[in-house]
């Protein structure tokens, strides 16, 4: 599946800004989704991570009560509400797709990468 993710830009502290990762080439619908982040020089962190039904969603503690991940598989497509943006969450994001499982936080378990999408958040 080739995903698209967009939405990113640049938003004062204090923000909000939505992503979104448009799928194609076959339907996400019994996908697991999920939200990565990455600054120059670190690793590729987890932010959020979402099951092929919606009903259960997994978020990394940074952005926990901030960040709200939801997805319209009618749509194809993924989305990451972000709101209350610190300077910290400045990155670029990215969007992947897991064929087998449940929501995870962990990297290797997602087949499909989309590419980033910049998000600045000045303070």
């Known amino acids: 599946v080739q995903l698209q993710a967009s939405g990113g830009g640049v938003v004062q502290a204090g923000g909000s800004l939505r992503l979104s990762c448009a799928a194609s080439?076959?339907?996400?619908?019994?996908?697991?989704m999920g939200w990565f982040r990455q600054t120059p020089g670190k690793e590729r962190e987890f932010v959020a991570s979402i099951s092929w039904s919606g009903g259960v969603t997994y978020y990394a503690d940074s952005v926990k009560g901030r960040f709200t991940v939801s997805r319209d598989n009618a749509k194809n497509t993924v989305y990451l509400q972000m709101n209350s943006l610190k300077a910290e969450d400045t990155a670029v994001y990215y969007c992947?797709?897991?064929?087998?499982?449940?929501?995870?936080?962990?990297?290797?378990?997602?087949?499909?990468w989309g590419q980033g999408t910049q998000v600045t958040v000045s303070s």
């Open positions: 992947a797709a897991a064929r087998f499982g449940s929501v995870t936080s962990t990297r290797t378990l997602y087949d499909d």
């Open positions: 080439g076959r339907t996400i619908s019994n996908y697991v």
